[in-house]
């Protein structure tokens, strides 16, 4: 009887999603391009409410000021704070700073930060599966005048993970929010390890929880229109694969309710 209920509050979620919803600008933005998409993502960030008619900007507003899109907008914040002091612990010991995002999506917090290091001797190498966003990336670096290249790359691949220029920083946000698997995620660190620079730093991302998961997985979709299947992961089980690779972890920062920890890790 439990299972008959949920079922059809999903049904009918899906329902108000699928229409009402669609006048809320972030619901149809999620529904177009997924939900946890880099362009969903810089919607959120924004924090803009917008839509179609009075209601559709109410309805955006509600969606916007959900917990779960605070702690994103949160994970942001330190995500920023994070390659900002490995900028700063890069040119205490270094002449330039090169940062490579794996999985950058639109990037809006890279061409940012870029941006407030404009005159030192900072880059960046955006990388992604969509040249979509990588191009919308280009533009906003062309308008703020920063240094940026772009490859389109798989960040799971050996042979795509070559650099013309070896990055001092890696970061992925986001990015291991969809594997449930420890050799995947693992793999991805060893790359990114091995290709770093001497004392190099790592900046990323993991859910450790969700207000919803359940909920949010079986009402939408994914950037692949796939239905979503975000994880989360145990900190130890991070925190035993990134010695097992070779990181030291320096700073970890996260929202209150714990949901997104933000780790600084040194190659060692």
């Known amino acids: 009887m439990k299972n008959f209920i949920e079922n059809v509050q999903i049904s009918i979620l899906k329902v108000v999603v699928d229409t ?4 809320s600008n972030g619901i149809k933005l999620a529904s177009k391009e997924g939900f946890t998409s880099g362009k969903m993502l810089d919607y959120i960030y924004k924090n803009e409410p917008g839509g179609e008619f009075f209601i559709g900007k109410i309805i955006d507003k509600i969606y916007l000021n959900h917990p779960g899109w605070q702690d994103v907008r949160n994970r942001k914040n330190n995500l ?16 330039s700073a090169r940062i490579c995002d794996i999985a950058s999506g639109p990037a809006r917090y890279i061409i940012d930060i870029l ?3 404009k005159g030192k001797p900072v880059s960046a190498e955006l990388r992604d599966l969509d040249i979509r966003w990588l191009l919308e990336a280009k533009d906003k670096a062309l308008a703020n005048s920063v240094d ?11 042979e795509d993970f070559q650099f013309d220029k070896q990055p ?4 992925a946000s986001g990015f291991y929010d969809w ?3 420890r050799e995947t995620v693992k793999k991805s660190m060893q790359l990114i390890y091995n290709a770093l620079a001497k004392g190099g730093y790592f900046v990323f991302s993991v859910q450790a929880g969700h207000f919803a998961l359940s909920l949010t997985n079986k009402i939408f979709k ?8 975000m994880v989360t992961w145990d900190m ?22 714990g949901h997104y920890p933000v780790i600084l890790a040194k190659k060692v």
């Open 20 to 23: 009402l919803g669609q006048l």
């Open 168 to 171: 001092d920083i890696f970061v």
């Open 236 to 257: 130890d089980v991070i925190n035993s694969i990134l010695k097992e690779t070779g990181f030291s972890v320096i700073v970890l920062r996260s929202d209150d309710a």
């Open 179 to 181: 594997f449930d698997d």
């Open 222 to 229: 994914d950037f692949n229109n796939h239905q979503l299947k």
């Open 148 to 158: 940026v290249d772009y490859k389109v790359a798989d960040a799971l691949k050996e």
């Open 115 to 117: 941006t407030k290091f």
């Open 80 to 95: 920023v704070k994070n390659i900002e002091e490995a900028v700063n612990l890069t040119l205490e010991t270094k002449d």
